[in-house]
């Protein structure tokens, strides 16, 4: 059966910088991302907690274990850029980020047979 590889992966959860238009902070927005999860970051965006450090970067929303376990615990009021986010051959195709974050936590590239047999 063909499940989603992200539940057991995280990576660009903990990895990426994750910034986007402020309003989608607001009470509201279409998203409603809560505004506590969120820092400034100028006068037109906000970034998700814990995915501005350079080192040990991990959104404050992210939980379990990176590569094993993991959930986004504000799924349904996610960002912008984390629904837009899509793992490699979600269309087809590979996505070069998802393969980067995932080497940055030791993990390998998604592939093909790997997605479709999951
Ligand atoms: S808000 Fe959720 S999907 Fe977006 S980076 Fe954080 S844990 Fe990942
Ligand atoms: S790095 Fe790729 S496989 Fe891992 S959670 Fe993000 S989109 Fe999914």
């Not at 539940?7 to 509201?28: I, P």
């Not at 969120?38 to 590569?67: H, P």
């Not at 269309?91 to 999951?118: F, I, M, S, V, Y």
């Amino acid at each position: 059966m063909d499940t989603n590889p992200c539940v057991k992966c995280g990576a660009c959860c903990s990895y990426f910088r994750v910034e986007f238009y402020w309003r989608e902070a607001e009470k509201n927005s279409e998203h409603q991302v809560p505004i506590k999860l969120t820092e400034d970051i100028n006068d037109f965006k906000r970034g998700m907690k814990g995915t501005q450090e350079k080192n040990g970067n991990r959104c404050v929303a992210l939980q379990g274990k990176v590569g094993k376990c993991v959930s986004c615990a504000i799924y349904t009021n996610r960002s912008t850029p984390c629904r837009r986010f899509q793992a490699s051959y979600t269309d087809g195709k590979p996505n070069k980020r998802c393969d980067e974050a995932r080497a940055a936590h030791g993990l390998k590239p998604l592939n093909r047979p790997e997605r479709l047999t999951d």
